[in-house]
């Protein structure tokens, strides 16, 4: 049964057409995947469904009738609802609270707390998650925050279900997790628009492909009927080059930063090596600590103890400043919160950690010299966009990462700190930092690459560390990623029996 067609939808902005006679159709039961790179137009027809943005031209039919959305309540009212990549929560709220916000049970007057964690056990034991109802929000990981929302969207008991990038903050545990959610929420004759750029997952859960390129349908296929170049060629219009793994020597190069026994108040006795030119790959579960690890390098954490050595010198890093300069930059994981403000230009956001350069006797900014570096950036990162002048928020996702990568680049780092480079992007802006990160490393520069996604740290690393519980428990030059897993659950169980001994 067809649950949901759209026909002919055009939208532009200032003159600029973003979809072009944009077709989709949606049958009961199926997970349809929605890709195309950034800029394709998917965020755009999202917003169309969901009534946030309104279409220029077309038609939205549910159920075979015509349906006008005009807002989020029209698309709330014909069973449609969205879990976006930029979560909607109220962090001082619980998880209950955030699940049933606008529609909370009552008791007379007042709120029925209980009832609405009773509602929320029951539909957590529906779909197979587990949450503390009562705890805050602001208190969950990135990824409990991620399995919240869904439930929250589930609670509303949509028909057609929109995940936009669900998985860019899940382990590889809680991304089964969330298939077998998928699964159970399909058997309920409802749908399921998927989005991701993770090519691996839409050939494991999705039924169909639909590709935007361009803002144009490029083209639905059976997923069963596809393999990755064919779906990679419909995304870009072009065959992609997929570098082997590099080879990478150590031999006699020099050590450029080592970590000894460094403490804080999560760590005890840390220690770890990186040498000039390497990519060093660190995997683990989400909370592992692998970011408050590099938060401390990079300054914006102190440790307790331990000591880090740059070069075979003993450092204190106190600040970001000092971390800069001594040669180290960090792209944090949120590119959003972190790395970017967003209601500032691309120019303003690339002068940030380059101000100095651009001050004429430390007082003048010479605005033509940083118009002119802020153009040679675009150019050199391949950064979309009209104009250096150009709001940071309006750019895809692929090139907000771009930006953040620029202006760190720009500062000459000797040391790069990578947190989830590539979280929410597409194959081919991937590429395109994976390509960077090739010569930066090629010309001397270490990288430190923390990732949630196993194909990336496999492919992309010169040797592996794996953290587990605010510590590494082993090395790889060379394995798999059942391997890593294999060795992540070990180190779980043996700490589990030994805090079940001590107790």
């Not at 460094?262 to 683990?284: A, T």
């Not at 103890?305 to 070069?311: H, R, S, V």
């Amino acid at each position: 049964m067809e649950l949901l067609r759209v026909e002919h939808i055009n939208k532009s902005y200032s003159g600029v057409m973003v979809l072009s006679d944009v077709q989709f159709d949606l049958c009961a039961g199926e997970v349809h995947a929605l890709i195309g790179e950034n800029g394709a137009g998917k965020s755009t027809l999202i917003k169309i469904l969901m009534g946030v943005t309104l279409k220029d031209k077309g038609d939205i039919f549910i159920k075979g009738v015509k349906a006008d959305i005009k807002n989020p309540a029209d698309a709330a009212a014909h069973g449609i609802a969205a879990v976006f990549q930029e979560l909607s929560q109220l962090n001082s709220l619980t998880v209950a609270e955030n699940i049933f916000l606008h529609k909370e049970p009552c008791k007379g007057p007042f709120l029925d707390r209980a009832e609405m964690a009773r509602r929320t056990r029951e539909l957590m034991d529906n779909y197979g998650i587990s949450l503390d109802p009562l705890k805050p929000v602001s208190l969950l990981t990135m990824a409990e925050r991620q399995l919240a929302e869904i439930l929250k969207a589930i609670a509303s008991k949509p028909r057609i279900l929109i995940l936009d990038e669900p998985t860019s903050s899940l382990t590889e545990r809680e991304i089964l997790l969330l298939f077998d959610v998928i699964k159970r929420f399909k058997k309920e004759e409802a749908a399921i628009i998927y989005v991701s750029h993770r090519m691996d997952e839409i050939f494991k859960i999705t039924d169909r492909v639909s590709v935007l390129r361009d803002g144009k349908h490029a083209g639905t296929e059976m997923t069963s009927r596809l393999d990755m170049n064919q779906v990679v060629s419909m995304m870009v219009g072009r065959d992609l080059h997929f570098a082997e793994k590099r080879r990478y020597k150590r031999d006699d190069k020099p050590c450029v930063l080592e970590m000894n026994n460094l403490s804080s108040r999560l760590f005890k006795n840390i220690s770890m090596k990186l040498y000039k030119g390497e990519i060093l790959g660190i995997s683990g579960l989400v909370g592992s600590g692998r970011s408050e690890l590099m938060r401390i390098l990079c300054g914006i954490d102190r440790s307790a103890g331990g000591e880090i050595l740059l070069d075979g010198k003993k450092q204190i890093v106190r600040s970001v400043k000092e971390a800069m300069n001594k040669g180290i930059a960090m792209v944090p994981e949120s590119r959003h919160s972190e790395g970017l403000i967003l209601w500032h230009d691309i120019e303003n956001n690339l002068l940030l950690p380059n101000l100095s350069r651009f001050l004429l006797g430390g007082m003048l900014l010479q605005k033509k010299a940083l118009t002119a570096f802020s153009v040679e950036q675009i150019k050199n990162y391949g950064i979309k966009t009209e104009s250096s002048k150009k709001i940071v928020r309006n750019l895809s996702g692929g090139n907000q990462q771009k930006v953040v990568l620029a202006k760190w680049l720009a500062a000459n780092p000797k040391l790069l700190i990578l947190d989830e480079p590539t979280a929410g992007i597409d194959i081919g802006a991937k590429q395109e930092i994976y390509n960077v990160m090739r010569r930066l490393a090629e010309s001397g520069v270490s990288i430190i690459l923390v990732s949630s996604d196993m194909n990336e740290i496999l492919a992309q690393s010169d040797r592996i560390l794996v953290m587990n519980k605010y510590r590494f428990i082993g090395e790889f030059e060379s394995c798999t990623q059942e391997e890593i897993m294999e060795l992540i659950l070990r180190d779980s169980q043996r700490s589990s029996e030994i805090e079940k001994e001590a107790s």
